[in-house]
């Protein structure tokens, strides 16, 4: 009987551990080459921020802002500091709205330093 509990217990262990590394999807924007998450972290920014009517220069620029801290220093970001978030969010939203390895892109899958820095070719912190 202790055996068998035994068993039972490790298969159970072993049926979590595969669910969970099922479960837990790659980054995106790590696995597809940079050149393409690049247009897609973009054209994902310049969409929302035509829904946040939020002017960047050039268009799309404003994910890269918030990521380098740069838009801290808009007024228009400073009055409103959720914008960031927001933006973060609606490119998420965004993603799910299209047929592309980005799909199922999370906010914290964006929110990434390292893979920021990788996709504009930044030198990486190795802290």
């Known amino acids: 009987m202790k055996i068998l509990m035994k068993h039972i217990a490790i298969a159970s262990l072993l049926f979590v551990s595969v669910a969970l ?10 696995t597809e080459p940079r050149t393409e998450s690049l247009v897609f972290v973009n054209k994902a920014s310049m969409v929302t921020e035509q829904a946040l009517h939020y ?3 050039p268009p799309g620029a404003m ?3 918030c990521m380098s ?3 801290m220093s808009d007024p228009v970001i400073k009055k409103n500091p959720e914008l ?3 933006l973060f969010e ?4 965004y993603a799910q709205t299209t047929d592309s390895p980005y799909r199922n892109i999370t906010v914290d899958d964006l929110k990434n330093d390292q893979t920021y820095r990788k996709i504009y070719q930044l030198p990486l912190d190795n802290d």
Not at 23 to 28: E, M, R, T, V, W
Not at 90 to 93: L, T
């Open 55 to 57: 002017k960047s220069y």
């Open 90 to 93: 609606g490119m998420v939203a």
């Open 69 to 71: 801290g740069v838009a």
């Open 63 to 65: 994910y890269h802002d």
């Open 84 to 86: 960031c978030d927001k």
């Open 21 to 30: 590394t099922a479960c837990s999807g790659s980054n995106p924007l790590d």
